[in-house]
Structures are given as structure tokens and as C-alpha cells.
């Protein structure tokens, strides 16, 4: 039996729990998903949409949660970070939602954080990152200081001595730019340059480039998203700079059949990014658990929106699992569920394993407790594992 078939049981299991609380025995849980539907990260936050709905579609089939059925009300800050606040204001004050899921840019993320605390709504974070107030924050995707050490031993198996860092602006790219970096000094190896762009509007990167190939680095880690990603790999060719590039979790946002088009098929392959096991579900062995697991949900995903998940975008599969550890959550905390319960009932959760192919394991003081970064490859313009 299926990962995804158990959780339907399960949740259908909640319907023997009673059914009166402070939302009335009517009232549906609201959750609301503060995400980029527009903007430079679009692909994120559309992708992370279907994933939730998949999960909530399949959840309300199955008789709800606590006999509730649980609504999703979708707001777009556009990948801008000066709209967030005032659409989380209506999330909390206007609609009162339960939990928030997103938003998936970190400075979005820090801004509502002070927020989400004084209202005590559970925020399901669609950023590695943690913001600096984060009581009621939990990440479900790897961390920087889980990303960093993985990367960092690939590039010495590989025979990397020396590296530049290139990282976007933003607060998640920083914070894994300087966490790259001391693990690459904590490791034997030397960084040579470090330099910064705008992921959102910067098309020109041969300043940096440059820069790097006079220092001689051997290894270029880029972090950031969006169509910079193409551009850098293509300017990387075009002024004759043979060094190997690791990029993020995020370098295939746009998905890699535009990266390909961005950056042209001979700049784009070969290059490796850090990645979950979603992204290369296909080669692992069949007898994998994670094989099936993830099979499974590519089924149900195609079934109900037509088409095959794209592998490299892996937060459909992280929004997916967002949902069924929100319909836990608010089964472990009962009927009368409030913020401070679901946040306790988060923290209990140890061991789930999810369609994104990792293990969520919550506690009081761990709200990122995700693990199982593995290293793909773009080869013959597809994704594949290289080592996990």
C-alpha cells in the first residue's frame, strides 16, 4: 500500500473524532497560501499551488480532518517583497485562517514573521530558511546548513581546491552564500571571490564572471533562482570560462527546459545542483521505497491536472506534503485546534516521510527538521543522480 493511500486512510479515520469546536461544526479550516503566483518566481509558487491542492483534494475526499473539510484561500505578492505584508494583514485579520502556507521568498518570509507570532498562526514556509522570529515558522525544505555540507564534500570528491561564491541578493541566498562558504573553509578548500546579483532584474554577469576566472576558480556555487541561472551559464561559456558550476536547490526554478533555452544546451550540461530525491525519483532502484512513493504521486498529480510534474521543481512535491503534515497536525491537535495546539502538534511530528522524497522531523526546538539533500546533474537535458 501506498505512502499516499496510508495518509487517505488515516485521514479518513478522523472522521470518528467530534465535530464541535471554536470553528463551528460546519465551518471548514481555513489555510491561507501567501505565495508568488506572478513575478520572477512564479514557477515556485504555482507549482507549490497545485502540489497543496492535490494534497487538500484528496484530503477532503477522504472525509476531512476532525469531520471538516479544510479551504484554501490563495493570495499572489508577486514575487515582490513590499506587498506580503499587507496580504498576510487580510490572511490573519480579515479571514482569519488557521495556518499560512508560503511565502516562498525569504524577505517575504521575515517581513510577516513578527506577524504570524502575535497572532499565533502556524506558518509553513515555503523558504530554506527560518525567519529570525520564528516561533510559529517551520521549514520544510533543507536548510542551508544541511545544503552546504553536501555540496561542499561533493566538490572535494571531485577535486575542487578552489571556489567563488556568486549569490543573489536576498535573504535565503545570502544566508546560503556565507553558510557555503565557512563550510568550504571548514573543509579544506579556498574561496577565491565571492560577488552578488539581483535574481530579479540583473541580465548581465560577466562582471562577476570575469572576476572569477582571473582568480582562478576552479568551482562556481551559485545560489539564486529565476532566468539569472541560464544567463550565468551562457556568459560563463561565452567568455571561455571552463570552471564547473554547483548551483541551489532553487537553480532549475524556471524549470530545465527553459534553462536550456536561457543558457543553450552546451552551457547547461553538465552542471550540478543540489537537489531532493523528488528530482531524480527515476533513478533510484526500483526496490527504493522512495521509487514508488514519489511513482505514485506523479500518478495522481497527472490525473488531476493532465500533465507530468516537472522533476526539477520539486516544491509541488514539498507543497503536497505541506498539506498531509497540516492534516495531521490538526488531527493530533482535535476538534478544538487553535494556533499554540497545531504548532504543538507540529512538534510532535518525528519520522514523516513525504512525496518530496525527505524526512520531516519537528520538535520544540527544531521547526527545520528536514533531511535527504542528494547531488544531481543536468545530462542530455535531463535530471539525474549523482550521489546522495
Not at 119 to 136: C, E, F, H, N, R
Not at 174 to 185: D, I, N, S, V, Y
Not at 267 to 296: C, H, L, M, N, Q
Request: zero cysteines; aromatic letters at 8%.
Amino acid at each position: 500500500m501506498s505512502v499516499r493511500r496510508v495518509a487517505q486512510l488515516l485521514l479518513g479515520a478522523a472522521l470518528a473524532v467530534g465535530s464541535f469546536s471554536a470553528y463551528g461544526a460546519e465551518e471548514t479550516y481555513k489555510i491561507g497560501m501567501l505565495t508568488s503566483l506572478s513575478g520572477y518566481v512564479a514557477n515556485m509558487g504555482l507549482g507549490g499551488r497545485d502540489g497543496l491542492m492535490l494534497a487538500v483534494d484528496e484530503i477532503n475526499k477522504s472525509g476531512g480532518v476532525n469531520g471538516r473539510k479544510i479551504e484554501v484561500i490563495q493570495l499572489n505578492d508577486e514575487s515582490d517583497a513590499t506587498k506580503g505584508v499587507p496580504l498576510a494583514v487580510d490572511l490573519l485579520e480579515g479571514e482569519k485562517v488557521l495556518a499560512v502556507v508560503g511565502p516562498v521568498r525569504s524577505d517575504i518570509v521575515e517581513a510577516v514573521a513578527p506577524m504570524m507570532v502575535k497572532s499565533q498562526v502556524v506558518d509553513m514556509v515555503g523558504s530554506t530558511i527560518l525567519p529570525t522570529k520564528s516561533d510559529y515558522a517551520f521549514a520544510t525544505a533543507p536548510t542551508p546548513e544541511e545544503e552546504a555540507p553536501a555540496a561542499i564534500a561533493f566538490l572535494k570528491e571531485k577535486g575542487a581546491k578552489s571556489v567563488a561564491i556568486l549569490s543573489a541578493l536576498d535573504v535565503w541566498a545570502r544566508t546560503l552564500g556565507e553558510t557555503w562558504a565557512a563550510e568550504a573553509e571548514k573543509q579544506g578548500l579556498t574561496v577565491v571571490a565571492a560577488e552578488s546579483y539581483n535574481s530579479a532584474t540583473d541580465k548581465n554577469f560577466i562582471p562577476q564572471l570575469s572576476k572569477f576566472k582571473a582568480a582562478n576558480a576552479d568551482w562556481i556555487l551559485v545560489t539564486g533562482a529565476g532566468p539569472a541561472a541560464g544567463l550565468i551559464l551562457k556568459q560563463k561559456a561565452e567568455i571561455g570560462y571552463t570552471a564547473k558550476v554547483f548551483g541551489s536547490t532553487t537553480f532549475p526554478v524556471a524549470g530545465i527546459s527553459a534553462l536550456m533555452q536561457i543558457g543553450g544546451p552546451e552551457a547547461v550540461e553538465g552542471t550540478y545542483f543540489a537537489a531532493v530525491p523528488f528530482s531524480v525519483w527515476d533513478t533510484f532502484p526500483k526496490e527504493d521505497p522512495r521509487f514508488k512513493t514519489i511513482g505514485d504521486f506523479r500518478e495522481a498529480y497527472k490525473a488531476k491536472y493532465n500533465k507530468d510534474p516537472d522533476q526539477a521543481q520539486w516544491w509541488i512535491g514539498q507543497n503536497y506534503d505541506i498539506g498531509m503534515l497540516l492534516a495531521e497536525a490538526i488531527k493530533r491537535a482535535g476538534p478544538d485546534v487553535t494556533g499554540e495546539t497545531l504548532r504543538a502538534a507540529l512538534e510532535s511530528i518525528q519520522g514523516h516521510q513525504g512525496v518530496l522524497g525527505v524526512t520531516y522531523n519537528y520538535g520544540p526546538e527544531r521547526h527545520s527538521g528536514v533531511s535527504g539533500v542528494v547531488v544531481a546533474q543536468i545530462k542530455d537535458g535531463k535530471v539525474v543522480l549523482v550521489s546522495q
